[in-house]
C-alpha cells in the first residue's frame, strides 16, 4: 500500500486558491473523481500535493503551478519591432508594456509589417520550449492576399508550397471570404521560418497585403484591442504548459 505524501498543501486549498472553486465545492469535485494529480484520479479527501511540481488536473484541464514569473499577450501594431529596443529610435515592444520592475523577453518574432499576438515572459524556461521546432506549437494567421484567389491555388496551399529553403506545409488553410481584389484566409502552420507566410503567398501569385497572427497553440487574440496587453488566462497557460511539456 503506497503512503500519501504527509507534507505539502491539502489538494482542495490548492484548488481554491488557483479559483477552480470555493474549498468545499473543490472537495466535492474531488469526491466525484473529477481531480487527478500525476495522472491517477484522486477521491480520498486530504490529499497533500506540492503545487510547483505535481501535475494537476480538473476534468482533465491542467491546473498551473502558482505564478513566480510573467506571462503576457500583446497584440502588436503594425510598424513595430518585434525587440524590447531598437538603435534606430523605431517603436519596439516595449513602449506598449505595462511598467514592471521584471525584465521581459518576447517569444518569437512578428515581422515589422505584421500585428497580432505575441507572446512577452520572463520565464526563460517556458520561452525556449514555446519558440523550439520540437514542440511544433501551431500558429494561426489572417491573411490577406492580393487578388481573387481561385480554390485550385488555394488547394495548392494546402498541399504544401516548395520554397527556396525547403518545402512549407500548412496544418490548414481555410478560406473566409473572396472579393474581386482580395481573398482572406485563415492558415494554421507549426514552424517559423523567416516571413514564412508571405513568401508562400508570394510563390503562388498573390502577395500578402495584411498579415496578422490569431492564435499561438491556445492562446487565442480574440477582441484585445491593438497596443494593448493582457495576462495569459490560467486555462491557456496551463494548456501551454502541457504543450511544451513543462
Known sequence: MTEEPTEGVRLQKVLAAAGIASRRASEMLIDEGRVEVNGKVVTEQGRRVNPETDHIRVDGARIPPPRRHQYLVLNKPRGVVSTMDDPEGRPTLTDYLPRTKERLFHVGRLDTDTEGLIVLTNDGEFANRLSHPRYEVPKTYHVQAAGAMDNKTIRRLEKGVTLEDG????????????????????????????????????????????????????????????????????DELGALLDLVGM
Open 167 to 234: 518545402k512549407v506545409q500548412p496544418d490548414n488553410v481555410k478560406l473566409v471570404s473572396r472579393a474581386q481584389d482580395r481573398t482572406l484566409l485563415a492558415v494554421t502552420l507549426h514552424e517559423g521560418r523567416n516571413r514564412v507566410v508571405r513568401r508562400m503567398f508570394d510563390a503562388v501569385g498573390h502577395p500578402v497585403d495584411r498579415l496578422s497572427r490569431t492564435m499561438i497553440g491556445p492562446i487565442r487574440l480574440g477582441n484585445l484591442p491593438v497596443g494593448e496587453t493582457r495576462e495569459l488566462t490560467r
